[in-house]
Antibody, heavy 121, light 107 residues
């Protein structure tokens, strides 16, 4: 069964850092691009970042560029999101999502259950 | 960034009704559009990709159409389990973007 399991969420103060992880299983992780998508409380979906199957070609939303870094370890079947300089508006559920292609970000056919990040003092 | 505008923002319909949701892109995106369904407290699920291709396992009452800037998601005969919020997403330009969502409520 294809599964994605996010972890690393929690409560952090404004200006702080957090690293999210997404453990993948049930498919050849290195063969697919991956994304992070977030959803603020009561709001819609926002694509945050994506990365190709090889780990090259990272892409970011303007709202997180320069603060967040996406990476992956294909030997551990794990996707990461390093979040620095966190702001209150980064408060959201963060979903890890599998793409259908290797090199580019297209559409996401498998999603994790999400991990919650709360930025508050 | 390419903006996606969905209409309506919410709708109420009866079981068996035909329901259509529209997604308009701020510039042409060919057929690079997907539709997702999200139920409360759950992760989104892919329904439609490439504007009109139905994901395997998704009921055939769901269909997608359009190209360029105007797209539709149609539910041919609304069922109780279709109560959810629906989002369109473009994959023509970066950053990838979602529409604001359409909440479908069963009367």
């Amino acid at each position: 069964e294809v599964q994605l399991l996010e972890s690393g969420g929690g409560l952090v103060q404004p200006g702080g850092s957090l690293r999210l992880s997404c453990a993948a299983s049930g498919f050849t992780f290195s063969s697919y691009a991956m994304s992070w998508v977030r959803q603020a409380p009561g709001k819609g979906l926002e694509w945050v970042s994506g990365i190709s199957g090889s780990g090259g070609s990272p892409y970011y939303a303007d709202s997180v560029k320069g603060r967040f870094t996406i990476s992956r370890d294909n030997s551990k079947n794990t996707l990461y999101l390093q979040m620095n300089s966190l702001r209150a508006e980064d408060t959201a559920i963060y979903y890890c999502a599998k793409d259908t292609r290797y090199y580019d970000i297209y559409y996401m056919d498998v999603w994790g259950k999400g991990t919650t990040v709360i930025v508050s003092s | 960034a390419i903006q996606l505008t969905q209409s309506p923002s919410s709708l109420s319909a009866s079981v068996g009704d035909r329901v259509t949701i529209t997604c308009r892109a701020s510039q042409g995106i060919s057929s690079a559009l997907a539709w997702y369904q999200q139920k409360p407290g759950k992760a989104p699920k892919l329904l439609i990709y490439d504007a009109s291709s139905l994901k395997s396992g998704v009921p055939s009452r769901f269909s997608g159409g359009g190209s360029g800037t105007d797209f539709t998601l149609t539910i041919s005969s609304l069922q109780p389990e279709d109560s959810a919020t629906y989002y369109c997403q473009q994959f023509n330009g970066y950053p990838r973007t979602f529409g604001q969502g359409t909440k479908v409520v069963i009367k």
